[in-house]
């Protein structure tokens, strides 16, 4: 079963969707209620959770069913048993203790106060309605807060070193945990981590933004030497890294900076990816 914490985001989403979908503000809502706004408030985030009574009389202002305002019975499978599965499909042992120990930490803080839906489902239109609903207007692109703005929450933690990180959907949102461990090089491929790290926001960003996984989906740091995972789907992937390179590297932006720098360095230094990225996105855009 879910926990409460879990039904309560749960909850608490459904009542800000539907209350946004009818454009109501929150004040509106208590009113309706005889509730105060602070109320509304709370249980929108998760942090209480409405009575019987008051989810009654929800389900009447939204024209809904009561049971519309609850986890679905596949949410409500344990968490812990969705990762043991995991790790034993992958046969990677004690990955299922290091994801449920990083998730546990993760649920101690708020979830992330997400606000952005993407209605998209091409990749690059994705991204692009993206950045719009996000007002970003300039290179670098602050891909873990936009992914934040999307409820998925970021973690870094230590785990199975043959995985990059894992993203674990939930009842508010989605869990993005980035292995990395205290003594992680500095430089991977000649690429800093803190680059590569962007790109792999943005790439799971993509998978979550799309729709491509319902259940964990857990990624590999190489699939050449060893063949491809269990599940693995090129489409996908190929899907994922068309919305992160427009994201990262907008093709409205790359257009406007290429009128002042030539040079991919300098332009992959401004756009914060790797001079190899850089260097294919321009050929992509047909500027080189």
Known sequence: ????????????SRIRQTRERLGLS???LARRLDKTQTAVSYWESGKRSPSL????????????????FLPPTETRRSLQATLKATAERFELRGLDRDLARIVDAARSEPPPEGELSIVSD?????????IAKAGVTEPPVDVEDLARRCRVAIVRGAFDPAVAGALVPLEHGALLAINEPPDAADRRFGTT????????VAHQLGHRVLGHFDDVDV???????HGD???????FERDANDFAAELLMPAAFIKVATREEEFVEPLAERFEVSPLAMAYRLISLGLR
């Open 26 to 28: 929150q004040g509106e």
């Open 122 to 130: 091409r990749p690059v239109d994705a991204a692009q309605e993206l």
């Open 219 to 225: 990624h590999f740091n190489s699939t050449v030497e």
């Open 229 to 235: 995972p269990p599940g693995f789907d090129w489409r």
């Open 1 to 12: 079963m879910a926990s409460s914490a879990d039904t309560a985001t749960w909850v608490g």
């Open 53 to 68: 009574e008051i989810l009654l009389d929800l389900a009447r202002i939204f024209d809904k069913d009561v049971a519309y």
């Open 193 to 200: 981590r803190r680059i590569a790290q962007r790109f792999f």
